[in-house]
């Protein structure tokens, strides 16, 4: 079953330094979707703790099955327009409407 349109919850405002989590959910993909988030447009990295290309700039985790994006300590830096997309591999990809978060 292809993706339902995902619900993005994206805080329209965070305090710089405090820990924020962005969230992505659909219901109706089988198989389970899994999700991308993008920040003006741009796919953002999955980093992972082992990978040897750790870029020092990227504060936040982005867990790709569960749609979290957690920034553990957000910076003037994260400010944007977030969005995410849910795929699974059968029919469209599905992407919520953007949402901009000021930090």
């Known amino acids: 079953v292809a993706p339902s349109t995902p619900v993005c919850v994206v805080p329209s405002s965070a ?3 405090t820990v924020v989590e ?3 959910k659909e219901s109706e993909g089988s198989p389970p979707s899994q999700y ?3 920040k003006n447009g741009v796919a953002l990295l999955e980093k ?8 020092p700039n990227i504060t936040y ?3 790709k099955k569960s749609g979290t994006l ?3 300590t957000v910076t003037k830096n994260d400010t944007g327009e977030y969005f995410c ?4 591999g059968i029919g469209l990809s599905q992407k919520c409407s953007v949402k901009r978060m000021q930090v």
Do not use: V
Request: proline letters at 0%; a neutral charge; aromatic letters at 12%.
């Open 48 to 55: 992972t703790g082992t990978s040897s290309a750790r870029t």
């Open 85 to 88: 997309e849910a795929s699974n």
């Open 61 to 63: 985790t982005m867990n």
């Open 15 to 17: 305090m710089t330094g």
């Open 70 to 72: 957690l920034f553990n």
């Open 36 to 38: 991308q988030w993008y």
């Open 22 to 24: 962005l969230s992505c």
